[in-house]
C-alpha cells in the first residue's frame, strides 16, 4: 500500500526566509504526487502536481516542488516566505482507478503546519 | 464561482442524534467525496460517488450513509452519532477520475458530538 510521510509536523520561519517542506512517499511505481494548501478554517487548495517530465515543478503562489526519484521524496520549496503563507501544507500520492480498485485514491500526509513570524 | 459549498458550517450534536451534510457543487463534476479531518492523521476517505444514483465505500465508511440523488449533490448522513465522528468533514469533486485531475474542496463542516 502507498504511504506519505511528512516528518515536520510544525515549522517556523522568518518572513522573507527561504522554505522546504518535506515528503517522502512509498509507492512501488512512480505515483502521482501533488501538494496541497490549507488556511485556517478553509478547505484544501492544490499548489502544485506531478505526473511525469520535468522533476522539477512550478505551482501557485510562488511555491515549486522537485521530484527526486532516488530519494523517494517530493519536497515543496519557496525562496522568500510571506506572512500570508502560513497555513498547513498537505502532501498526498495519488493513484488511478486501475491501481486502485475503481476509484481515484488519494493518500495524503498527516501535514506540516507552517507558522511564519515577522 | 461558487465552486463546492457545504452546509452546514458548524454543528453540535448530542450522542444518538442524527443529520445530514450538504455538499453542493456547480462545476459539472462527475466525481465526488467525503472526507474526515482529523489531528494528525491527514484526510480519510468516507464514500465517493462516480455519478448520479451511485455510491461506493472508502477507506472508513462505518457510521455513515451517503446519496447522490442529482449530480450537483452529495449528501453525508450520520444515523446516531458517536463522539468519535467529531471531525472536520470535507466534500470533494472531480471532473474525471483520472489521476491527473485534482479534486477540489469545500470550506469543510466542522462537527462535535457531545
Known amino acids: 500500500a502507498q504511504s506519505v510521510t511528512q516528518p515536520d509536523i510544525h515549522i517556523t520561519v522568518s518572513e522573507g526566509a527561504s522554505l522546504e517542506l518535506r515528503c517522502n512517499y512509498s509507492?512501488?511505481?512512480?505515483?502521482?504526487l501533488f501538494w496541497y494548501v490549507q488556511s485556517p478554517g478553509q478547505g484544501l487548495q492544490l499548489l502544485l502536481k506531478?505526473?511525469?517530465?520535468?522533476?522539477l515543478v512550478q505551482g501557485i503562489k510562488g511555491f515549486e516542488a522537485e521530484f527526486k526519484r532516488s530519494q523517494s521524496s517530493f519536497n515543496l520549496r519557496k525562496p522568500s516566505v510571506h506572512w500570508s503563507d502560513a497555513a498547513e501544507y498537505f502532501c498526498?500520492?495519488?493513484?488511478?482507478?486501475?491501481?486502485?480498485?475503481?476509484?481515484?485514491?488519494?493518500?495524503f500526509g498527516t501535514g506540516t503546519k507552517l507558522q511564519v513570524i515577522p | 464561482n461558487a465552486g463546492v459549498t457545504q452546509t452546514p458550517k458548524f454543528r453540535v450534536l448530542k450522542t444518538g442524534q442524527s443529520m445530514t451534510l450538504l455538499c453542493a457543487q456547480d462545476?459539472?463534476?462527475?466525481?465526488m467525496y467525503w472526507y474526515r479531518q482529523d489531528p494528525g492523521m491527514g484526510l480519510r476517505l468516507i464514500h465517493y460517488?462516480?455519478?448520479?444514483?451511485?455510491?461506493a465505500k472508502g477507506e472508513v465508511p462505518d457510521g455513515y450513509n451517503v446519496s447522490r440523488l442529482k449530480k450537483q449533490n452529495f449528501l453525508l448522513g450520520l444515523e446516531s452519532a458517536a463522539p468519535s465522528q467529531t471531525s472536520v468533514y470535507f466534500c470533494?469533486?472531480?471532473?474525471?477520475?483520472?489521476?491527473?485531475?485534482?479534486?477540489?474542496f469545500g470550506d469543510g463542516t466542522r462537527l462535535s458530538i457531545l
Open positions: 460517488s462516480v455519478g448520479e444514483g451511485t455510491t
Open positions: 470533494a469533486s472531480s471532473f474525471y477520475m483520472d489521476s491527473n485531475q485534482p479534486q477540489h
Open positions: 506531478y505526473f511525469s517530465g520535468d522533476t
Open positions: 498526498a500520492v495519488v493513484l488511478s482507478p486501475g491501481a486502485s480498485g475503481g476509484y481515484q485514491k488519494v493518500t
Open positions: 462545476m459539472n463534476h462527475e466525481y
Open positions: 509507492y512501488g511505481a512512480t505515483p502521482y
